[in-house]
């Protein structure tokens, strides 16, 4: 796993959110990485102001599909474009852990990445569940085609080699 700093937010209140920030700017410099935040999307403008007037090099997170994945394809695709409208620099998806078609998996990937065309990057939330596995290979076989940056796993989830996937893939307390 990389050097990789991120900060969840998710569920947090817009006062949690604006403390967390303001307290950010007394933590130490994290080497040449930038933190990233993770946020509900409608908190993406909020949290996009509060940066900019704090000049904190962070890099804006959000979420798509958070957490089942259960949401039809266009509703996370406009989810996720809001967000990078809003401010956004990285898009999250969860994806539903009972599709285990990759071509499936590739129609919705290649959808959000429409939405969010490059320079935005993309990562795929993989689940947690280990009975997911066959859906979180198809899931990770499809982000890689469709030019997504990274595979985001949470602590206790089913390990991804290195070597089986072209993405990073990060650690993340979600």
């Known amino acids: 796993m ?4 991120a900060l969840s937010l998710l569920g947090a209140s817009a006062q949690q959110v604006e403390k967390v920030v ?4 007394s933590l130490p410099h994290i080497g040449n ?3 990233r935040l993770v946020v509900d999307p409608p908190q993406v403008t ?9 000049q904190l ?25 809001l967000a990078v409208q809003s401010g956004a620099e990285e898009i999250w998806v969860s994806v ?7 071509n499936t998996h ?5 959808t959000i990445r429409e939405a969010c065309p490059g320079p935005i990057e993309l990562g795929l939330i993989a689940p947690a569940d280990a009975n997911a596995e066959p859906s979180a290979q198809s899931a990770v076989q499809a982000a890689s085609l469709a030019a997504f940056q990274r595979i985001v796993s949470t602590p206790g989830a089913p390990a991804f080699e290195e070597a089986t996937s072209p993405l990073e893939i990060v650690e993340v307390d979600l």
């Open 96 to 102: 539903d852990d009972t599709i285990t078609d990759s």
């Open 57 to 81: 090099p962070v890099i804006v997170v959000s979420v798509a599909g958070y957490p089942t994945g259960r949401h039809h394809t266009l509703i996370k695709a406009s989810e996720a474009r």
């Open 33 to 35: 990485q930038r933190v």
């Open 46 to 54: 909020l949290v996009v102001q509060l940066l900019k007037e704090s």
């Open 22 to 25: 303001k307290e950010l700017g």
């Open 106 to 110: 590739l129609s919705e990937f290649i």
């Open 2 to 5: 990389s050097d990789f700093h």
